[in-house]
């Protein structure tokens, strides 16, 4: 509690705590907002400007704007809650051995990471989507292999420090095993501030997935996301800009509500700034 009265003492933040919660109430509760199924054609309707009966009108398929927008945030945020539970899992196991171990271990799996930060990480990932074909799984694999490797990286290095600590060195005399000092004196250590950078990633991450989404890499038509209802819209630019609006909004509002909620949640964490200057 003392944590989250810190996190919300600033107004920047509240505000972002508040359309963050927003975007995941939406998400979740998306089929009992609206009474349209987000896949429902109906041609006789295409291009109808709002309306008591579509809210925010329709696309060029007749299909409801506002239901596809509402359902599109379950798309966009689920993917992205797997891609950084992913990431965080094999990141911990990865970086928290090679840290924790040293020697051999440590130089070969950070060549490993080496390898994979060496390329620009959405061209990777275009790559191995042409690999691997188009749809929402392959995304979600291609954009874990192109990002843990990063965060590997980091949790290496924090583990490097927490290991020399005194209360690790402490438990360690007393012969603590070793699983068990990884996981109960350093890797709490390391959760703070890797959430904080999992919290800062989820907007990167849908720019990624959403990006993918409009090249029509990922998420197919028709299935209602967010990048998939930029790229419907964009041959409709012109004449009915509030097609492409809607969505680019959604993704704005909630790539700025996390990247804020991140910079709040280091500053509640470590006010002082000693772990600063993270970034890629």
């Known amino acids: 509690m003392t944590l989250l009265r810190t996190l919300l003492s600033g107004r920047t933040t509240r505000l972002a705590f508040v359309a963050a919660c927003a975007v995941l109430l939406v998400a979740l509760f998306a089929p009992l907002l609206s009474s349209w199924d987000p896949d429902d054609i109906d041609l006789s309707q295409k291009l109808q400007a709002p309306s008591r009966e579509h809210l925010l009108g329709t696309d060029h398929l ?5 239901a596809r927008l509402l ?4 798309a966009s945020l689920g993917s992205v ?24 271990v440590d130089a070969f799996l950070m060549r490993l990471c080496d390898t994979f930060l060496t390329f620009p990480t959405f061209i990777l990932a275009m790559f191995l989507i042409g690999i691997l074909g ?9 954009i874990v292999c192109t990002h843990w ?23 360690r005399v007393a012969g603590t095993g070793q699983f068990r000092l990884v996981m ?20 990167h991450m849908m720019l990624h997935v959403s990006g993918l989404s409009f090249l029509g890499l990922g998420v197919q038509p028709p299935t209602a996301e ?55």
């Open 226 to 280: 967010w990048g998939v209802m930029i790229n419907d819209a964009r041959q409709y630019i012109w004449t009915q800009p509030q097609l492409l609006f809607y969505p680019g909004l959604a993704i704005f509002v909630t790539v700025m509500a996390f990247n804020l909620l991140g910079d709040g949640l280091r500053d509640a964490l470590d006010p002082v700034g000693e772990t600063g200057g993270w970034g890629k």
């Open 149 to 171: 490797a990063w965060y590997a990286r980091i949790i290496r290095g924090l583990v490097l420090s927490l290991k020399t600590r005194e209360h690790v060195l402490a438990a």
């Open 184 to 203: 109960r004196h350093i890797l709490p250590g390391v959760f703070p501030q890797i959430l904080v950078l999992a919290t800062l990633d989820i907007g």
């Open 71 to 74: 359902h599109g945030a379950r």
């Open 81 to 104: 809650a797997v891609i950084v539970a992913a990431i965080l899992l094999l990141s911990l196991s990865v970086g928290s051995v090679a840290g924790y171990a040293g020697g051999m």
């Open 62 to 66: 007749g299909r409801d704007v506002l």
């Open 134 to 142: 188009a749809g929402m799984t392959n995304v979600i694999l291609a």
